[in-house]
């Protein structure tokens, strides 16, 4: 299985539960698990991180260095008539211009997971709201609609086995 990362998924665990500086064995996984092929982040989802970035920004300057951004990196091209498809199913057939523009870039994501539905898994922070409508909706519920599986950052390190001990458990 591949799993490809929202940006929010790295920019909560540094600002939340697994600090750089605190918690370096998680970082030192997610790098093993990227240059392994088992994580990875879309070329738009990557832009849309630095496109953030901040000045004294420890996140940014880990995944902007070379050898991180590399391995994280999903050097694929998107399909972009999957892109159309979950828009057009996922959110909405006729999003106005202001709507399309509040999607940002998670049709793109749930795009790459398209291209391979059974060996590919969408890793989000956003949580399930199914009563949400059009450009509001959640990833979630817009994979559920188009047939591509996510899931939620904890379940993420439970099914490739993170743990904090994880290099020397062999």
């Given at each position: 299985?591949?799993?490809?990362?929202?940006?929010n998924v790295l920019i909560t665990a540094n600002s939340s539960y697994y600090p750089l500086d605190q918690i370096p064995e998680f970082w030192s996984w997610v790098y093993d698990q990227a240059t392994s092929n088992?994580?990875?982040?879309?070329?738009?989802?990557?832009e849309e991180i630095k496109a953030g970035r901040k000045d004294d920004d420890p996140l940014l300057d880990w995944i902007c260095t070379a050898e991180i951004e590399a391995a994280l990196l999903l050097d694929e091209a998107v399909d972009s008539a999957l892109v159309q498809q979950v828009v057009t199913a996922g959110y909405a057939p006729d999003l106005r211009d202001d709507e399309v523009e509040k999607l940002g870039r998670d049709p793109?994501?749930?795009a790459y997971a398209l291209v391979h539905p059974a060996q590919r898994t969408v890793v989000t922070t956003e949580v399930s709201r199914p009563s949400t409508r059009r450009a509001n909706r959640k990833i979630?519920?817009?994979c559920q609609a188009v047939g591509a599986l996510s899931c939620g950052p904890f379940a993420l390190n439970k099914a490739l086995g993170f743990r904090t001990g994880w290099k020397t458990s062999g």
């Open positions: 299985m591949l799993y490809l990362l929202d940006a088992r994580i990875k982040i879309p070329r738009e989802i990557m793109f994501l749930i979630p519920d817009v």
